[in-house]
Nanobody, 125 residues
Framework: VQLQASGGGLVQAGGSLRLSCAAS????????MGWFRQAPGKEREFVAG????????YYADSVKGRFTIFRDKVKNTVDLQMNSLKPEDTAVYYC???????????????????WGQGTLVTVSS
């Protein structure tokens, strides 16, 4: 499956953005999905994940209460609604898919099999 992340941009602190991860080739409901980010000079980190059914979600402590991951089954996307953005949220955001049947949400990026190309989010202070 090929993943395409979009929706990044420049926003002021306190603002909102919605990222979207689209897929070609297969429905995303077959995968556990995750969003990760990598800031300049830092390692990639987990942001949020969602189960294949959409019934369970998991967030990094740094974004809990501000970000929401959800599936749009009509559009076949997994979106990340980001509110109350902070300058420290500035990073390239990647979506990823875990194809392992029956897997649970994992914050370890090595568990994911497919990655999108990334979309840049810049939050100005």
């Amino acid at each position: 499956v090929q993943l395409q992340a979009s929706g990044g941009g420049l926003v002021q602190a306190g603002g909102s953005l919605r990222l979207s991860c689209a897929a070609s080739g297969r429905t995303l409901s077959s995968y556990v999905m995750g969003w990760f980010r990598q800031a300049p000079g830092k390692e990639r980190e987990f942001v949020a994940g969602i189960s294949w059914s959409g019934g369970r979600t998991y967030y990094a402590d740094s974004v809990k209460g501000r970000f929401t991951i959800f599936r749009d089954k009509v559009k076949n996307t997994v979106d990340l609604q980001m509110n109350s953005l902070k300058p420290e949220d500035t990073a390239v955001y990647y979506c990823a898919a875990d194809q392992t049947l029956g897997s649970s949400i994992d914050s370890d990026g090595r568990r994911y099999d497919y990655w999108g190309q990334g979309t840049l989010v810049t939050v100005s202070s």
